[in-house]
Each structure stands twice: as structure tokens, then as C-alpha cells.
């Protein structure tokens, strides 16, 4: 794996040779944005416009009047945007852009949460659990970009929550990882064979058609603790 993130492999094969020369194919992966067009929603949005999918329009345009900013209907504290990246990925990099034409220090206090939704076995049934894999706060900074070095962790949620009584805009959101999805189970035991690889799982079945309510708070009480990574500014 390079700097980047990236990664290379190479195949040796046999060939007719002389001088004992061999053919090595080399193949690299390029990390992506794989927020962009994906499912994004907020706690709610102001009735002028400012809908959760602007943060994965893929456009860092931070000026309002361009249709291309997040925009809460209500100022307060523990105002929240989700995204749903639909699959789990190897992360390496989260950037938060902020917006520019006003308002900028909107986006001086919030927290970012990372995790997975993991449908785990309980007897015959399958129940859902939250896994924090990164998180951070960001306190009285006030920057047109907040980078954080995620160390390509894997996740397939990012939540970010505002600590101030102001409402929470965001230009956009990019999720930097490696293309393709991470494997998941279908039994258990494709389950232990993962886990004793050290590899995150997300078991492949049906999830429900509804989301409760209640869902945030279930992310707010999350059994371990996410672990803390510092921001790189």
C-alpha cells in the first residue's frame, strides 16, 4: 500500500525465460470519493433549501445561492447530518467543507462519527449493532476545509453533529477509499473465518424496510467507545 492509499499488487508467473527473467503484472487501485451520490440525511432542512444531498453533490462550492450547501431549518445544538455509503470501505481520508460566503464559523464546534452497522447473529435472530471506528471534535476552529486521517478504517457511516446553537451547513463531504465494498458474511461460519482474518463484517441479510427513530440515539449510546484520532489540520 503506498502514501496515498492506494494499492499495488504484483503477479509473478513463469514464462519462457532465459537469463532467468520473469513477467510481473502490476496492478494499482486508485482511492475514490465514494460519498458522492450517496444516501445523506439531517435532522431537518430549512424550507429555502439546504437539503442533506447537497453535501454529496460533489460540489465544494461553498457559496449558498449556488444550490450546493446544507442548510438545517433549526439553530441548535445537536443538529446532525448522516451519510449512508451504502456498503462498508476501507477509508483513508474525510474532508468537510465548509461554507464560504457567510456564517463560516457555523462549522467552528461539531463532532464527526464514523462506524458500521453490523447485523449481528443472536440465537436465530439477527439483531443491529453500532461499531464506532473513528471519531473527533473539532473546537473553535474556524477553516474553509477540515481534513481527518481516518487510516483507512473501515466504515460505512459518517455522522457529523454540531456543538453550537446555530444551524449546520456543509458544502460538501468526501469519503476517500479504495473502490469496492468490503466482504461480508453469509454464514457463520464465513463469519468466524472473517473475524479471525481481522477483517469487518456486515452479515448479508434483509435489513429492514424503516429505520426507527430512535436511531441516533441508539448511535449516542454505543456500548465501546470510538476510538479517537487526531485531526490533521
Same mark, same amino acid.
Given at each position: 500500500q503506498d502514501?496515498?492509499?492506494g494499492s499495488v499488487g504484483i503477479t509473478v508467473r513463469p514464462t519462457a525465460h532465459s537469463g532467468g527473467s520473469v513477467?510481473?503484472?502490476v496492478s494499482y487501485s486508485t482511492p475514490i470519493n465514494v460519498a458522492q451520490g450517496k444516501s445523506a440525511t439531517q435532522i431537518n432542512t430549512r424550507s429555502a433549501g439546504g437539503a442533506a444531498s447537497r !453535501?454529496?453533490?460533489?460540489? *465544494?462550492?461553498g457559496r449558498f445561492n449556488r444550490n450546493s450547501v446544507t442548510h438545517t431549518a433549526t439553530a441548535s445544538a445537536g443538529n446532525w447530518w448522516k451519510l449512508d455509503l451504502g456498503g462498508k470501505y476501507s477509508v483513508s481520508q474525510i474532508k468537510v467543507y465548509n461554507r464560504l460566503d457567510c456564517c463560516k464559523d457555523a462549522l467552528s464546534n461539531f463532532e464527526i462519527w464514523c462506524g458500521k452497522l453490523i447485523w449481528a447473529p443472536d440465537s436465530s435472530m439477527f439483531h443491529l449493532a453500532h461499531e464506532g471506528t473513528f471519531s473527533a471534535t473539532v473546537q473553535?476552529?474556524?477553516?474553509?476545509v477540515y481534513t481527518f486521517a481516518v487510516n483507512n478504517r473501515p466504515m460505512n457511516m459518517v455522522r457529523i453533529r454540531t456543538n453550537l446553537n446555530k444551524p449546520l451547513m456543509i458544502a @460538501?463531504?468526501?469519503? *476517500? !477509499?479504495? $473502490?469496492?465494498?468490503? $466482504?461480508?458474511a453469509t454464514t457463520t461460519a464465513e463469519l468466524t473465518a472473517l473475524d479471525q482474518e481481522g477483517l469487518d463484517i456486515e452479515l448479508a441479510r434483509d435489513r429492514p424496510s424503516t429505520v426507527s427513530n430512535s436511531e441516533e440515539d441508539i448511535? @449516542?449510546?454505543?456500548? *465501546? !467507545? $470510538?476510538i479517537k484520532e487526531d485531526i490533521v489540520m
Open positions: 502514501s496515498t492509499g513477467t510481473v503484472a !453535501a454529496v453533490d460533489g460540489n *465544494t462550492d473553535n476552529k474556524i477553516q474553509n @460538501e463531504v468526501q469519503v *476517500t !477509499a479504495l $473502490p469496492g465494498v468490503l $466482504p461480508r448511535v @449516542e449510546d454505543l456500548g *465501546t !467507545a $470510538p
